[in-house]
Structures are given as C-alpha cells and as structure tokens.
C-alpha cells in the first residue's frame, strides 16, 4: 500500500519537475519547441526513475506491477487536467499534452526496467547513515542561504526587488531545513525500534525537501537582477541541487527501509 501511496504523491510533483526542466529554454511571449521537448523528457526521466523505484519487483510481467502505475499515471492525469482548467485548451499543445504522453512512457519504461533489475538488499545501519548524511546536508543548505542568500536578498535595489518579504521567505526556508534535519535525525536515532511507520514518515520528509528544493531553484531567476544578487542566484541553484539529492536519497531510504524497523 505504501507503494501506492508514494507512486501517487511522486506523480503529483510532475508538474514542478517539468518546469524545471522547461525554464532554461524559455522565451517570454514564445513557445518554442525546445522548452516542450525538455520539459517533457525531465518529466518522462523522473517519473521512470520513480517507478523504477517504487515498481513492486517480484515478477518481470507489468501486470505485478500495475498498481503503482496506475496510481502514478492517475495523479499525472489529475495534475494535467489541472493545469488545463487554470491555462485553457491550448494547454494541452503546450504544456500538458507533452508532459502527459512522456511521464506515460517513462512510467513504462521505468516498470520495465523494475523487473530486470533487482535492488541490493541493505542493512539497517545503511538505512541510518544515509538519513544522517541527508539531515547534516540540511543542516549545511539552512546554513548556507542564512549565511550567503538572505544578505544578498537583503540587498537587492533593483525596481522590482522587495527585500524584506524575499528575506522573511529564506528565514522560513532555513527554519523548515532545520525542523526537517532534526526529524530526519531522529528518525534515524530510532530506527530499530519496531516502528512500521518510518518508512511513510521518511517519505513524507522527502516529499517537503523536494518542495523546498523546487522553491530554491527558482533563484536562478536572480541572475537577472543586479551584480549582488548574483551570489544568492549562484548559492540559491547549489542548495536546490543540494536539497534535490536529499529528496532523493531520502526517497530510496524509504523505500530501502526494512519492513521492520
């Protein structure tokens, strides 16, 4: 059930994810076929990563392995069908219809590969030093836009800049890094304890890391701002990337995570 239950959640973050991918390529006022090719392979990559990982590996046929793609797809669907609602039917040429029919063909591929592949069986100390390495990378991210982004945000008088409210957004940015390494840290001390619900609690915590790293990422955008924003652009991407990994490795942990813990 828990399979299913992140396989839906995984694929609700597909939007964010094609945009990611979508940005570098973008043209104001323009749609160029570029921005929908990258897009829509960000999105077709990741979702195969994430069913790879999620896709149930007892037997190489796809129909052991349908629950977890049918709850990744619906949540694709739903999204899709959001952005739909909010943007209009040209939508579906633009951004939906190419994030629908390659996230579809990643989660494919992404079964397929589940069945020939095996994950290697690890320990619970494995398990332990991954969550630890995770939350002292969270610390070091709450560290780094405390130390190096709020001072240039703060900085920042360019006409459209508002320092103050960027800055409170960071500080909330740091606390939420901290509150997040020390669960992740407890979690890790108390594994072992006969819980059957880190695994969901671990998956949760990746769930708002990546929230946070999507968030971050989009500092890049202060590259067009003046020379001092520059730094919080430059740290803003590196946190992001930092924040993105933690997701990840919090993600497989989850999933690596005996069933008895």
């Not at 979508?22 to 979702?47: C, D, K, M, W």
């Not at 993600?251 to 005996?258: D, E, G, N, R, W």
Request: charged residues 10%.
């Amino acid at each position: 059930m828990r399979r299913v239950l992140f396989s839906f959640v995984l694929g609700l973050l597909s939007p964010f994810v094609g945009i990611l991918g979508a940005s570098p390529f973008e043209v104001p006022g323009q749609n160029p076929i570029r921005e929908r090719v990258a897009g829509g392979l960000a999105v077709a990559l990741y979702l195969a990563l994430c069913q790879f990982l999620v896709a149930p590996r007892e037997s190489r046929r796809l129909g052991a392995k349908w629950p977890t793609m049918v709850a990744m797809a619906a949540s694709l669907l739903a999204m899709c069908l959001l952005i739909v609602a909010s943007e209009g039917g040209k939508a579906w040429v633009f951004s939906a219809g190419p994030m629908l029919i390659s996230g579809c063909l990643g989660i494919v591929v992404g079964a397929v590969v589940a069945g020939w592949v095996k994950l290697p069986a690890v320990s619970l100390e494995f398990c332990r030093r991954s969550l630890l390495t995770g939350a002292a990378v969270l610390v070091v991210v709450a560290l780094v836009v405390a130390a190096g982004v709020i001072p240039s945000v703060k900085a920042d008088r360019s006409p459209q800049a508002a320092p103050d409210r960027a800055a409170r957004l960071f500080w909330g940015i740091v606390v939420l890094d901290v509150v997040l390494a020390a669960c992740v840290a407890f979690i890790a001390v108390r594994t072992g304890h006969g819980r059957r619900t880190w695994p969901v609690a671990v998956g949760s915590l990746a769930f708002l890391g990546f929230i946070v790293a999507c968030f971050l990422a989009t500092t890049a955008a202060f590259l067009t701002h003046d020379p001092p924003m520059w730094t919080a652009a430059i740290l803003g991407v590196f946190c992001s990337a930092a924040e993105f990994i933690v997701a990840g490795l919090l993600s497989v942990t989850a999933l690596l995570l005996p069933k008895r813990t």
